[in-house]
Protein backbone atom coordinates (compact mmCIF):
# COMPACT_ATOMS: atom_id res chain seq x y z
CA UNK A 1 0.00 0.00 0.00
CA UNK A 2 0.94 3.29 -1.14
CA UNK A 3 -0.09 5.75 1.54
CA UNK A 4 0.48 9.29 0.96
CA UNK A 5 0.48 12.02 3.88
CA UNK A 6 1.36 15.50 4.69
CA UNK A 7 5.22 16.44 6.95
CA UNK A 8 5.27 17.55 9.85
CA UNK A 9 7.02 20.32 8.37
CA UNK A 10 4.43 20.79 5.98
CA UNK A 11 1.82 20.62 8.58
CA UNK A 12 3.91 23.20 10.64
CA UNK A 13 3.44 25.49 7.34
CA UNK A 14 0.35 25.35 6.92
CA UNK A 15 -0.71 26.44 10.71
CA UNK A 16 1.88 28.95 10.50
CA UNK A 17 -0.08 30.88 7.55
CA UNK A 18 -3.17 30.06 8.79
CA UNK A 19 -1.93 31.97 11.67
CA UNK A 20 -0.60 35.38 10.31
CA UNK A 21 -3.95 35.49 7.89
CA UNK A 22 -5.90 35.48 10.88
CA UNK A 23 -3.60 37.50 12.74
CA UNK A 24 -4.10 40.20 9.56
CA UNK A 25 -7.77 39.37 9.26
CA UNK A 26 -8.69 39.23 13.41
CA UNK A 27 -8.10 43.09 13.70
CA UNK A 28 -9.98 44.06 11.19
CA UNK A 29 -13.13 41.78 11.82
CA UNK A 30 -12.99 43.08 15.46
CA UNK A 31 -13.54 46.57 14.48
CA UNK A 32 -16.05 46.03 12.04
CA UNK A 33 -18.16 44.68 14.68
CA UNK A 34 -17.55 47.27 17.30
CA UNK A 35 -18.25 49.63 14.69
CA UNK A 36 -21.80 47.67 13.96
CA UNK A 37 -22.43 47.36 17.62
CA UNK A 38 -21.68 51.20 18.15
CA UNK A 39 -23.62 52.21 15.20
CA UNK A 40 -26.62 50.26 16.62
CA UNK A 41 -26.78 51.91 20.23
CA UNK A 42 -25.90 55.26 18.85
CA UNK A 43 -29.39 55.04 16.70
CA UNK A 44 -30.89 53.37 19.88
CA UNK A 45 -30.08 56.15 22.11
CA UNK A 46 -30.78 58.50 19.60
CA UNK A 47 -34.62 57.27 19.39
CA UNK A 48 -35.07 56.82 22.75
CA UNK A 49 -34.22 61.02 23.11
CA UNK A 50 -36.26 61.79 20.36
CA UNK A 51 -39.39 59.65 21.59
CA UNK A 52 -38.89 61.13 25.38
CA UNK A 53 -38.97 64.52 23.36
CA UNK A 54 -42.57 63.64 21.64
CA UNK A 55 -43.84 61.89 24.76
CA UNK A 56 -43.30 65.82 26.08
CA UNK A 57 -45.04 67.19 23.28
CA UNK A 58 -48.53 65.66 24.11
CA UNK A 59 -48.41 67.35 27.37
CA UNK A 60 -46.70 70.78 26.74
CA UNK A 61 -47.38 71.58 22.67
CA UNK A 62 -45.79 70.30 19.78
CA UNK A 63 -44.12 73.61 19.53
CA UNK A 64 -40.90 73.30 21.57
CA UNK A 65 -40.53 77.43 21.21
CA UNK A 66 -43.72 77.96 23.19
CA UNK A 67 -42.35 75.36 26.07
CA UNK A 68 -41.15 76.93 29.46
CA UNK A 69 -37.90 77.82 30.22
CA UNK A 70 -36.35 78.23 33.11
CA UNK A 71 -35.26 82.31 32.36
CA UNK A 72 -32.64 82.99 35.15
CA UNK A 73 -29.75 81.41 36.56
CA UNK A 74 -26.59 79.07 35.24
CA UNK A 75 -27.06 76.74 32.04
CA UNK A 76 -26.78 74.10 34.77
CA UNK A 77 -30.12 75.19 36.59
CA UNK A 78 -31.74 75.54 32.75
CA UNK A 79 -30.34 72.19 32.18
CA UNK A 80 -31.93 70.62 35.01
CA UNK A 81 -35.57 72.43 34.63
CA UNK A 82 -35.59 70.77 31.04
CA UNK A 83 -34.20 67.53 31.85
CA UNK A 84 -36.82 67.21 35.15
CA UNK A 85 -40.19 68.74 33.25
CA UNK A 86 -39.57 67.01 29.48
CA UNK A 87 -36.90 64.51 29.68
CA UNK A 88 -36.86 62.24 32.74
CA UNK A 89 -40.16 61.20 32.87
CA UNK A 90 -40.48 60.08 29.60
CA UNK A 91 -37.17 58.01 30.51
CA UNK A 92 -35.89 55.03 31.81
CA UNK A 93 -32.69 56.97 34.46
CA UNK A 94 -31.11 54.72 36.24
CA UNK A 95 -28.94 58.01 38.15
CA UNK A 96 -29.58 61.38 38.15
CA UNK A 97 -26.84 63.08 38.82
CA UNK A 98 -28.20 67.23 39.27
CA UNK A 99 -25.07 68.80 40.24
CA UNK A 100 -23.06 66.17 41.99
CA UNK A 101 -19.87 64.18 40.08
CA UNK A 102 -19.10 61.46 43.38
CA UNK A 103 -19.75 58.09 41.24
CA UNK A 104 -18.18 57.14 37.72
CA UNK A 105 -21.09 58.15 35.45
CA UNK A 106 -21.18 61.81 36.86
CA UNK A 107 -17.68 62.08 36.81
CA UNK A 108 -17.07 60.88 33.14
CA UNK A 109 -14.98 62.08 30.57
CA UNK A 110 -14.16 61.16 26.75
CA UNK A 111 -11.57 61.69 24.51
CA UNK A 112 -11.30 63.88 21.17
CA UNK A 113 -8.93 64.63 18.75
CA UNK A 114 -8.29 68.27 18.66
CA UNK A 115 -11.21 69.45 20.13
CA UNK A 116 -10.86 69.84 24.18
CA UNK A 117 -13.34 72.10 25.02
CA UNK A 118 -15.53 70.79 28.01
CA UNK A 119 -18.65 70.56 26.85
CA UNK A 120 -18.21 68.30 24.04
CA UNK A 121 -15.73 66.05 26.18
CA UNK A 122 -17.58 66.15 30.05
CA UNK A 123 -20.15 64.07 31.52
CA UNK A 124 -19.66 66.14 34.73
CA UNK A 125 -22.68 68.80 35.58
CA UNK A 126 -20.59 72.31 35.42
CA UNK A 127 -22.74 75.69 35.51
CA UNK A 128 -21.88 76.70 32.52
CA UNK A 129 -23.32 73.80 30.25
CA UNK A 130 -25.78 70.99 32.31
CA UNK A 131 -26.56 68.17 34.08
CA UNK A 132 -26.01 64.27 33.66
CA UNK A 133 -28.58 61.06 33.50
CA UNK A 134 -27.38 57.39 33.30
CA UNK A 135 -30.40 54.68 31.12
CA UNK A 136 -31.35 52.08 31.80
CA UNK A 137 -28.86 50.31 29.13
CA UNK A 138 -26.11 52.22 30.44
CA UNK A 139 -25.98 54.99 28.47
CA UNK A 140 -24.74 58.32 29.45
CA UNK A 141 -27.03 61.84 28.50
CA UNK A 142 -25.32 64.48 29.62
CA UNK A 143 -28.43 67.41 29.00
CA UNK A 144 -26.68 71.51 28.54
CA UNK A 145 -29.57 74.10 27.58
CA UNK A 146 -29.23 77.40 28.15
CA UNK A 147 -26.80 80.21 26.77
CA UNK A 148 -24.23 77.48 24.87
CA UNK A 149 -21.72 79.63 22.76
CA UNK A 150 -23.81 82.79 22.96
CA UNK A 151 -26.59 81.18 21.60
CA UNK A 152 -30.10 81.95 23.37
CA UNK A 153 -31.87 80.04 26.35
CA UNK A 154 -33.48 77.88 24.00
CA UNK A 155 -30.54 76.30 22.93
CA UNK A 156 -30.87 72.60 23.77
CA UNK A 157 -28.16 69.74 23.02
CA UNK A 158 -27.22 66.52 24.14
CA UNK A 159 -23.87 64.52 24.49
CA UNK A 160 -24.36 60.74 24.70
CA UNK A 161 -21.51 57.78 25.58
CA UNK A 162 -23.76 54.68 24.41
CA UNK A 163 -22.31 51.97 26.51
CA UNK A 164 -21.44 54.63 29.34
CA UNK A 165 -17.94 54.04 31.34
CA UNK A 166 -16.69 51.59 29.35
CA UNK A 167 -14.39 52.04 26.60
CA UNK A 168 -13.56 53.12 24.17
CA UNK A 169 -15.17 56.87 25.55
CA UNK A 170 -14.41 58.45 22.50
CA UNK A 171 -15.72 61.04 19.87
CA UNK A 172 -17.42 59.86 17.38
CA UNK A 173 -17.23 56.04 18.35
CA UNK A 174 -19.54 55.50 21.16
CA UNK A 175 -19.93 59.16 22.17
CA UNK A 176 -22.22 61.29 19.63
CA UNK A 177 -24.01 64.87 19.69
CA UNK A 178 -27.85 65.80 19.01
CA UNK A 179 -29.08 69.20 19.49
CA UNK A 180 -32.57 70.51 18.88
CA UNK A 181 -32.46 71.28 15.20
CA UNK A 182 -29.36 70.30 14.92
CA UNK A 183 -28.20 73.86 14.93
CA UNK A 184 -27.13 74.37 11.88
CA UNK A 185 -30.44 74.87 9.97
CA UNK A 186 -32.39 73.09 7.17
CA UNK A 187 -33.70 70.75 10.37
CA UNK A 188 -36.22 70.45 12.37
CA UNK A 189 -36.41 72.56 15.25
CA UNK A 190 -39.06 70.59 17.36
CA UNK A 191 -36.60 67.17 17.16
CA UNK A 192 -33.12 66.18 17.89
CA UNK A 193 -31.24 65.63 15.08
CA UNK A 194 -27.48 65.14 14.76
CA UNK A 195 -25.11 68.23 15.82
CA UNK A 196 -24.85 70.25 12.65
CA UNK A 197 -26.94 68.47 10.88
CA UNK A 198 -28.42 70.42 7.80
CA UNK A 199 -30.48 68.36 5.23
CA UNK A 200 -29.40 70.45 2.44
CA UNK A 201 -25.65 69.43 3.03
CA UNK A 202 -24.01 66.97 1.02
CA UNK A 203 -22.69 63.88 3.10
CA UNK A 204 -19.23 65.25 2.12
CA UNK A 205 -19.63 68.72 3.93
CA UNK A 206 -19.25 66.92 7.17
CA UNK A 207 -15.78 65.91 5.87
CA UNK A 208 -14.39 68.59 4.92
CA UNK A 209 -16.96 71.82 5.17
CA UNK A 210 -17.60 71.82 8.69
CA UNK A 211 -16.27 73.90 11.56
CA UNK A 212 -12.36 72.59 10.97
CA UNK A 213 -12.22 71.11 14.84
CA UNK A 214 -15.33 69.33 14.80
CA UNK A 215 -15.52 67.97 11.04
CA UNK A 216 -15.74 64.00 10.62
CA UNK A 217 -12.13 62.96 10.21
CA UNK A 218 -9.71 61.40 12.11
CA UNK A 219 -7.53 64.09 12.88
CA UNK A 220 -9.92 66.52 14.13
CA UNK A 221 -13.10 66.56 17.23
CA UNK A 222 -15.56 64.81 14.91
CA UNK A 223 -18.63 66.71 16.48
CA UNK A 224 -20.19 65.71 13.08
CA UNK A 225 -19.90 61.89 13.13
CA UNK A 226 -23.25 61.43 13.87
CA UNK A 227 -24.57 63.81 10.83
CA UNK A 228 -22.23 61.95 8.60
CA UNK A 229 -24.08 58.89 9.45
CA UNK A 230 -27.44 60.14 8.93
CA UNK A 231 -26.31 61.61 5.83
CA UNK A 232 -25.29 57.98 4.87
CA UNK A 233 -28.62 56.37 5.66
CA UNK A 234 -27.45 55.59 9.25
CA UNK A 235 -24.58 53.75 7.73
CA UNK A 236 -20.64 54.30 8.84
CA UNK A 237 -19.19 53.99 5.15
CA UNK A 238 -15.99 52.86 4.54
CA UNK A 239 -14.57 56.33 4.75
CA UNK A 240 -15.44 56.76 8.65
CA UNK A 241 -12.75 57.58 11.01
CA UNK A 242 -12.05 55.41 13.30
Known amino acids: MNNKAFTLAEVLITLGIIGVVAAMTLPVLMQKQQKKVFLTQAKVVYNLLNNALENAKVNY ?26 LIPNLKVVEYCKKETNTPACSHKIGSYDYTGSDFTSFKPQSNYGTTLVLNNSAIVSIQVGTLSGYTKSRVRIL ?19 EL ?15 GYNKD ?42
Request: glycine fraction near 14%.
Open 201 to 242: KPCSYYKNGFQANLTCTKDHGRGACLAYIMCNGWDMPDDYPW
Open 181 to 195: GGRQGGGDKNKFLPY
Open 160 to 178: YDVNGIKGPNFLGKDAFII
Open 61 to 86: GTDIDNWEFLDTGSNLEKSMFFAEKY
